[in-house]
């Protein structure tokens, strides 16, 4: 749960609990009070016939039984019927002659107190002037008769009594709250302070540190951002990689041209050779070294351009057949110079439109025929296909080659690495780097199926979605 949910609900129950034990009082005194049973008792005397009772005395009856205080027990008594009743000796709707209530009333005067008060009369103690009275409507409230000092104790008690549930709610609330924000206060302190020792070593260069949420912590805005934190961390680990990686390949590539110009050079210098044809064949030499170190400079900086990936912005929406078969249409001219057979086809309608850099698409193809023009001889095949399904475009390129082995298959894509057939060809193994970077990063996918001595197949996915 997230923090700034977990302290919402944290105020929201602070603002609520107190203010239910407050309304709890109130609710429980109402719930236990004999005057709820009345007011309802005085609603259904309405509906009882056969009494001679106008709606005037009626309303006075509901009037009266309002102002009875809720601690008393209270019977309505008229034409010899207990109308409502809340004393439990007596129930409502019994029937009492006249003499019967004035001998209940007295045999238990002693231990209550009475107060009968008939409609539009005053109250009065006298039993006789009420009850003997049976045309009148009659209320009869009693309170127990107890001692001062025990009568306190009681009410105490009784005071006591309804407060206890708010109090205990009120404790057991303050608990719950505290428990609540020690464990949130932890959860943060805990992140915090993993998340503040982990990121001074990676600040000192540790890149291997790993950040990971404390254990058995649900997920929130804190454990979210070490999460990013770690793919960050991971994402500039392995950028360390690459770099390192990069110029090691850097230095090991360029070093053999480098090292065969200065040879040269140094030969030329010191005399070691003065014949004019062995100089121009030196010459020559160091200007073919310096041709290919260009060349490797060039794809050095072309590769580091293509990791920039500004160059998304400028993607344009082009016709996909044309690009192709023209394409195609240059590669069979080299391939009958390189005594190779060539076989194409495009099966593509004219309207497929594709979101691309027209230039980067045509360097990745070439990227990957040039492979096949190297590693194939006389008289094999090299078949160059594209078709349009439902879902997708494909870009197939196979050649009847050398093949790939299945351990250097798994690390074609890696940049400098070249696999054991390729070791004794001329390159920097940037080739099918370039080609992964420049399919991943229009969105597209690149897969490669190869058998060692049979041949390779690359096949580019164009997801219509991106058409």
Not at 219 to 242: C, W
């Amino acid at each position: 749960m997230k923090i700034r949910t977990q302290l919402r609900l944290l105020i929201l129950f602070m603002v609520l609990v107190p203010l239910l034990c407050a309304m709890s009082l109130p609710i429980f005194q109402y719930v236990t009070s004999p005057q709820r049973y009345l007011l309802k008792g005085y609603k259904d005397v309405r509906k009882l016939e056969g009494l001679d009772i106008s709606e005037d005395e009626l309303d006075q009856l509901g009037v009266q039984l309002k102002k009875i205080p809720p601690n008393l027990e209270t019977m309505v008594y008229y034409n010899s019927t207990v109308l409502i009743s809340s004393v439990p000796e007596i129930k409502a709707g019994s029937s009492l002659a006249p003499m019967d209530l004035f001998e209940f009333l007295r045999t238990t005067s002693g231990s209550y107190y009475y107060q009968l008060q008939s409609l539009g009369m005053r109250p009065t103690h006298r039993l006789e002037e009420s009850v003997l009275n049976p045309q009148s409507i009659l209320i009869i409230c009693r309170a127990k008769v107890v001692r001062q000092a025990a009568g306190g104790a009681s009410r105490g008690k009784t005071f006591r009594f309804l407060l206890m549930p708010g109090i205990i709610a009120l404790m057991v609330f303050e608990v719950v709250c505290a428990v609540f924000l020690i464990s949130l206060s932890k959860t943060i302190t805990d992140s915090i302070t993993i998340l503040e020792e982990t990121t001074q070593k990676i600040a000192m260069g540790a890149l291997d540190t790993k950040i990971a949420p404390p254990k058995g912590r649900n997920a929130n805005e804190i454990t979210s951002l070490a999460e990013s934190l770690e793919t960050m961390r991971v994402s500039l680990k392995d950028g360390q990689d690459r770099r390192t990686k990069f110029i090691m390949g850097i230095s090991h590539d360029l070093r053999t041209p480098v090292a065969l110009i200065k040879g040269y050079t140094e030969a030329i210098t010191d005399g070691v050779v003065t014949d004019m044809d062995k100089v121009k064949e030196s010459l020559s030499i160091i200007h073919t070294k310096a041709d290919q170190l260009e060349g490797m400079i060039n794809d050095l900086i072309n590769y580091v351009k293509l990791n920039n990936t500004d160059w998304r912005q400028s993607l344009e929406l082009t016709a996909l057949r044309p690009v192709l078969e023209g394409f195609m249409r240059e590669s069979e001219a080299t391939a009958e110079v390189y005594k190779r057979v060539i076989k194409t086809s495009v099966d593509l309608s004219p309207d497929v439109r594709v979101k691309m850099d027209k230039k980067l698409l045509a360097r990745a193809l070439e990227n990957i025929y040039s492979n096949a023009l190297r590693y194939t001889k006389d008289g094999d095949v090299i078949s160059m296909a594209a078709r349009e399904t439902s879902g997708a475009v494909t870009i197939r390129i196979a050649d009847t080659g050398i093949g790939i082995s299945d351990k250097d298959l798994k690390r074609i894509w890696d940049i400098f690495y070249r696999g054991t057939n390729s070791r004794r060809e001329s390159g920097m193994g940037i080739g099918l780097s370039v080609v992964k970077t420049i399919i991943d990063t229009h969105g597209w996918n690149i897969d490669v199926q190869s058998k060692l001595g049979e041949g390779t197949a690359f096949t580019i996915t164009i997801p219509k979605e991106t058409v």
